[in-house]
């Protein structure tokens, strides 16, 4: 079936760049997302990527989709402490009608001062 | 404000005492669901629903009940919790066709 891999750690200084990686399996996915978790929080969509785009940048966020590897990243640029939290990269069921989501473990970003 | 609520936000109950976990969304979204978040396995769909009276089970939907009598709710039902049902729960709902899914505040339920 459908799976979504991704690291489960990732430990920055402030103000460097992170890139948080994901693979993914579902070739027909229509969208792929990346949504963000602080402690104790919902899930707050941070930005969304149309499979047949190859990048899409939204201020800080950069995210690169290669198709082909079915690899999708997501770089914070000038990482600050309050983007510490949990980054879930999540591809959209495309084989059905049912609008799931995919989730990958998620991984926990950790920003040093 | 457009959102999705669910209530409560914190439960400890005890193994096999019903229970009840209410979803409501008021933005008229024809597609809802429930899952689940345990460390290191992300969220995975207990159930969904794509309109009312039309629900089917997602990838861990043992133990679980839902109805969707209608539009706005979706409750999450668990008739006999058990202790491996600790968890984070999260319900969200989706416009048909839409892109984005919107999620609750989430449930973190302990059953002891």
């Known amino acids: 079936g459908e799976d979504v891999e991704q690291s489960l750690f990732l430990s920055v200084r402030e103000g460097d760049s992170s890139v948080i990686n994901c693979t993914y399996t579902?070739?027909?996915?229509?969208?792929l997302y990346w949504y963000k978790q602080e402690p104790g929080a919902g899930l707050q969509l941070l930005t969304y990527?149309?499979?047949?785009?190859d990048m899409k940048q939204d201020q800080r966020l950069t995210v690169l989709l290669n198709k082909k590897d079915k690899h999708l990243s997501l770089r914070i640029a000038d990482t600050q402490t309050g983007d510490s939290a949990i980054y879930f990269c999540a591809e959209s069921e495309g084989s059905s009608n049912t609008g799931k989501l995919i989730f990958g473990q998620g991984t926990t970003l950790q920003v040093k001062p | 404000e457009a959102q999705v609520t669910q209530n409560p936000r914190y439960l400890i109950t005890v193994t096999g005492k019903k229970l009840t976990v209410t979803c409501s969304q008021n933005?008229?979204?024809?597609?809802m669901s429930w899952y689940r978040q345990d460390p290191g396995l992300g969220l995975r769909q207990i159930y969904y629903s794509m309109n009312v009276e039309v629900t089917d089970k997602g990838d861990v939907p043992e133990g679980y009940k839902v109805s969707r009598k209608e539009k706005r709710n979706f409750p999450l039902i668990l008739e006999s919790p058990s202790p491996n049902q600790t968890s984070l729960y999260f319900c969200?709902?989706?416009?048909?066709?839409?892109?984005?899914?919107?999620f609750g505040q989430g449930t973190r339920l302990t059953v002891v």
């Open positions: 579902d070739s027909s996915s229509t969208y």
């Open positions: 969200a709902s989706r416009l048909q066709g839409g892109t984005e899914a919107f």
């Open positions: 990527i149309f499979s047949n785009m």
């Open positions: 933005m008229n979204h024809e597609y």
